[in-house]
């Protein structure tokens, strides 16, 4: 019952953020009612179990998620997924690159960047560019990935 209702408010959580990018961002008692909201949806439709006689089982993913080592991104089978899906790995978001971010772009990346702002800092480009010669970072030159994908150059961590 337990593991059940602890994958619906995942979901629930997954739907919130897809609907409320800057979910984070808002109060909190604006916050926790969004959430009611969904989780009071999900047991009017019977999605979670409330009768302690319920049958319904959970089952586990037959897919591998991991947690990365570095800047908690998630992986599916050995390959990024979600937010980190499109970002290089290891990379580093200067401030200059940032403020280049449109408003779709920056709610896209922002759990990437907060976690890279927790872990190494945002460093503005002549920072950065002052860690390649010490070593702290590697500048990496645009490529073209297999899928045809256009990656500009970055910053990443050795």
């Not at 619906?8 to 909190?28: A, H, M, T, V």
């Not at 989780?39 to 993913?61: A, E, H, P, Y």
């Not at 408003?103 to 002549?126: A, H, M, W």
Request: include cysteine.
């Amino acid at each position: 019952m337990d593991m059940w209702n602890n994958q619906q408010g995942q979901e629930i959580y997954d739907e919130i953020c897809k609907e409320y990018p800057r979910f984070k961002n808002l109060s909190e008692e604006h916050q926790k009612d969004i959430i009611a909201k969904k989780v009071v949806q999900r047991m009017k439709s019977g999605q979670l179990i409330t009768n302690l006689n319920d049958t319904r089982k959970f089952q586990k993913q037959k897919s591998e998620i991991t947690l990365s080592p570095w800047i908690g991104g998630v992986q599916m089978n050995g390959k990024p997924m979600g937010f980190a899906a499109d970002i290089p790995e290891n990379k580093i978001f200067t401030a200059e690159e940032i403020g280049k971010l449109s408003t779709d772009e920056f709610s896209k990346y922002e759990n990437y960047i907060d976690k890279q702002l927790e872990t190494y800092g945002v460093p503005r480009n002549y920072q950065a560019q002052q860690d390649v010669i010490n070593g702290v970072l590697i500048w990496v030159n645009s490529y073209t990935r297999d899928d045809g994908t256009e990656v500009s150059g970055y910053y990443r961590r050795k």
